[in-house]
């Protein structure tokens, strides 16, 4: 049983700085892409920022040079650090990662969310 547990989310004013944590569990081979989505109320849920096994990243133009994503693969971890948070950025986080449980078996894992509210 593989699970993904998120923490660090909370209330913060604007311009403020949060940092989520994602920490994969269970039977693990390897993990492949990890990343973070949002979603805001009555919106879909959207790709902020991924990471690859290798350290390749991507973000969405709308976080770039504000949010930085890595990882630290012995502890199966992902982090997201959000600076110059603005009240758009207001929005229910969850993390995701491609992992596999064995050298074939891969499947997608999403965390529980963790709630971020930016505002004054």
């Known amino acids: 049983q593989v699970r993904l547990v998120e923490s660090g989310g909370g209330l913060v004013q604007p311009g403020g700085s949060l940092r989520l944590s994602c920490a994969a569990h269970?039977?693990?081979?390897?993990?492949?892409?990890m990343a973070w989505y949002r979603q805001a109320p009555g919106k879909q849920r959207d790709l902020v920022a991924a990471?690859?096994?290798?350290?390749?990243?991507d973000y969405t133009d709308s976080v770039k040079g504000r949010f930085t994503i890595s990882r630290d693969n012995a502890q199966n971890t992902v982090y997201l650090q959000m600076n110059s948070l603005k009240p758009e950025d207001t929005a229910v986080y969850y993390c995701?990662?491609?992992?596999?449980?064995?050298?074939?078996?891969?499947?997608?894992?999403w965390g529980q969310g963790t709630q971020v509210t930016v505002s004054s």
């Open positions: 269970g039977s693990i081979f390897r993990i492949a892409t």
């Open positions: 995701s990662a491609e992992i596999y449980t064995s050298v074939l078996r891969a499947s997608d894992y």
């Open positions: 990471i690859t096994s290798g350290g390749s990243t």
